[in-house]
Structures are given as structure tokens and as C-alpha cells.
């Protein structure tokens, strides 16, 4: 009996009261009794209490379970009203531990009132066949609450230490002209190799309010970038990064880590820092962060996700080893078919790596292909279920420069950008000749590039077409841009090179011009025979690709 039962109860108060004196009630009622009392601490915890056993307990209970309310309700309005002020409260270091300490104890809070609870319910009193299913019930109870609360707390404390590995807790960035434009850069980081050797370059730019986003895709092998006019390799390098063909813009990173790590003291990685600064000055736009990719552990990060789906545009090679003497690839390793593909991290990889029998570009093209992908595909669900691989191998792929004070203001921004079509730019085919990155004109570059920003700010923006804004379509969205190369193709005209679409509307090549199917064995049987002009011919549109 509680303390706050009466010691003295009123004649007939035990036979009335079956709650609070279970004892003179029948077995049926007993038995629905204790499923009421464990629903009641699911549902208002340390309701159960007040009306069955210790009061003072129950209203302390209830005390707690209306400040969570409270919370709760407070923060749906403020995910609504300031959503990136709720981020931002979670992904800083010091507030989620506390709140990770607060889940805890709740959930431990809980338990002990389920404990409370079953003493409540007095299994001794019931039929022997309705205890296991007490017993079950109260199982079920405690996984859904207690349990629920410690596994948010845990995920909680994987997110954080993941954000604490990947960003920095340097100042926050403030946007240029109304955006914030960060360099996303891929790359391998083998034993052989000193710091990563950035194999993709692009620079996303999105506006601050509107979270509209354009893409400017920087080639690995442009020649005399120039660098920023606050960045300390200009006083190596004044007239742009100009020793040589091997000076080429990827090769930035490398070089200032060997032998220019001195210039940037303080800086946690001088050849990404460098590579911001190179390419800021090319493009005339201040480049305020970078986030880096490790192009090897990428594939751990995709398989977390459980994969990505693509629509492929052409047949790409897996390539085999590479011949020093001859300068060609051995037989490939596998193809990845044309046509709707699931791509695990392995193949996803090869799909955005591969570039023989078509140029840089089409490459480009598909690893902008892939990361559309992950966006789209990591949505809440995707998120939630896979959230500790994926913080686990994110931590081992991406490194950046962004202040994780920020990320609240990020992530409310992709969630805007997310529904909008990013407008692009390629210093390259289409939008400019293929020989262009070799003898860049920098004045065009800028006036590209401010051409493609004022299309991508504002309410309604302009699409940009060919290099020129044009007035806003309907839809707001970019139309295809640039002129395609010419080039010369199989018998009917097949072009050896196409430019994809900015939408899936493009139908995968998988048949040969006599309507024969593009199978792995015709690909390999023509390897064979040394016939590498036709197999360039049959993939030439692998640069075709679109997120499913």
C-alpha cells in the first residue's frame, strides 16, 4: 500500500475504487486495470501515479511530462518560424550535449516510472495467464519510450562527433553580393600521394535568401589560373599559375603542400586553401569555404545510403590498367549499361572516374550526375534509417572549412535550393571550346560567370542560354546552354559527342546505328580487335546522365 493510500479507508471505498484498491476487484478488471495503467505512463507519464499510487510522485511526473510539451511545441513553431535557428541549436557542440544529457535522463526518468508502474499494477493479483501479456505489453512500452529517447540521444552524439571531424569551428562566413559560394572539390588521397590531387572542381554559388543555386564547373586541366589578389601564391606566381604544361589548376593543391605549406600558417589543409584562392581569382567571384570529397572513400558513403539511381546516357567503361608505352587502357574491368541503373558505391565511383574514349567533360557531366543523386536521394527516410553509416562514412570522405556554427543556415538553404533547378556553367564544352582551357580568356570567364549569377538571383530569374541571360521562361529554369563541338560520327550522322540535356528527357543509346544491341561482349570483342574508334563512337554520349 502507498503512502498515499488511506490507512483507514471508508467502508465500501475498496470495492468501488478498483484503481486505486485492486484488491477486492475481479480478475478481468484487474487485468484491463493494468493495460489502463501502462497505456496512462506511455501516454502522460506520471498520470498513472496520481490516480493509483504515489501522488507526489505523479505530480512531479507531470510537472516533467508538461515541460516536454512545452518544449516539443516550441520547437515545431520554431521550425517553422526560424529553422535555422533550431539547426543551429542542435548542431552546436555544447547545446547538443545537453540535450543529449536531457534525452538520457528522461529516458532513464521514464523507465523508473514503467518500473513504478508494473509495482502498481501488482502482478501477484492477476491471473497467471494475463502476466506474461503484462509483462509483454510493459516490454513494448519501455522500447517505445525509454528506448525511443536513448537511440535519439545516441544518434544525437553520432551527429555531433560527425560534425565536429568534418567541420571547423573557425568564424562564420558573411555572403558576397547576396551569396555564399563554396568550391567542392574530389579527389584521391592514396599512400602515394601527398594530400589529395583534385580531379573535379566546381563552385557552388547560391543565393543567401532564396537558396537559388548556380554551378560553375571548373576543369582539372586548366592552364595559368590566376590566383586572388589576397592570396599569398600570387607573389609566387603573378601572371597566374604559367610553369609549364604540368601547371595545370589540380595540380595547385599538391605543389603548396610539398613546398608552400609555410605560406599559410594556422591553415589546417594550405593545398585546398590554395586551390579556393586559384580558383576565385580565374573565375572573379570571392569563394568563401570549400568542402572536400575523398573520391576513394566516396563509394562507403553511397553504399550507406544503399545506393543511388541514375538514368545513364551511354555505356561507361571500367577501366583496366594503364599502358605507359602505348598510352592506352588495358580491357576494361566491367561497363556500367546504359539505360535506369542502381549504382552501389563501387560502380558509382567508376561511373563518375571514368573518362576514357571521351573527353573531360562528359566525365564532369556524370559526377555532377552522382552527386545530384545523393541530394535527391537522401531524403528524411533514407536519413534517419541509415544515419549512423552514413555520419560514419562521411566523416571518413568529407573534410571542410565551413564553421560548423553555420550549418543551420546551410541546411535551411539546400532544403530551399532543393525544389529549385540549379543553373550551370562549364569552363569547357559547351559553353566554351574544348582548346579554351588551355589558353583561358580570363575577361570572358568573369563575364560569364556575372552573367550566370544574375541569372541565378532574384525572385524570378533569367535563364541563361549560350552564355547570354534571356528572359525569365515560365518555369524559371536553365535552358541548354552553349554550342555543341563538332565532331564527326558513325554512318548517319551519329554525333561522336553529345551534350546531355538539363533534364532526363533523352533517350540512353543501347543499340548500334544497324539496330544491333550494345551488349558488354560486342565492347569487349571490339577492345580486342584494337577497334577503339568504334567503341569511342558507341559511348560517346555516356555524358548523359540524370538522377532518378
Known sequence: MSRSEPQHPAP???????????????????????????????????????????RKLGRTALRVTLGVWVVLVATVLLFILNRTLLINVITNPFASLVIIVLLVALALWWAYLF?????????VLLAPGARPAVVIALVIAVVLSSGTLGYAAYLL????????????????????????NFLMMGGDAGDDRTGRRPDSLSVLSVDAKTGQTAIISVPRNLQNAQFSEDSPMRRIYPDGYNCGDECLINAINTEVTNEHADL?????????????????GTLGITVQAYVLVDMAGFAKLIDAMGGIKIKAGGWVPMSGYFDEVTRTHGMPLGWIPAGEQTLDGEHALWYGRSREYVDDYSRIQRQQCVQQAMLKQLDPATLLSKFEDIASAGTKVVESNISSSQLGSFVDLAMKAKGQEAKRLTIGPPDFDASFSTVPDFDVIHDKVDQLLASASGPKAASFVDGVVQPPTAGGHLQAAGPLQAASGLAGGWPAQQTPPPSSDFTPVTTTP?????????????????????IRQLVATNGQCAPL
Open 157 to 180: 552524439n553520432v551527429g555531433r562527433n560527425a560534425i565536429g571531424n568534418i567541420f571547423s569551428a573557425g568564424p562564420a562566413i558573411d555572403p558576397v553580393e547576396g551569396r555564399y
Open 514 to 534: 544497324d539496330g544491333e544491341p550494345i551488349t558488354e561482349e560486342l565492347l569487349n570483342q571490339l577492345k580486342r580487335e584494337g577497334n577503339e574508334e568504334a
Open 12 to 54: 465500501g471505498t475498496v470495492m468501488t475504487d478498483p484503481v486505486r484498491f485492486p484488491s477486492g476487484a475481479s480478475s478481468p478488471v484487474r487485468t484491463k486495470r493494468a493495460f489502463v495503467l501502462l497505456l496512462m505512463t506511455l501516454l502522460v507519464p506520471g498520470s498513472a501515479q496520481v490516480v493509483a499510487g504515489d
Open 264 to 280: 599559410y600558417p594556422g591553415v589546417a589543409d594550405p593545398g585546398a586553401q590554395a586551390t579556393l584562392e586559384a580558383v576565385s
Open 115 to 123: 518500473i513504478n508502474t508494473l509495482r502498481l499494477i501488482r502482478p
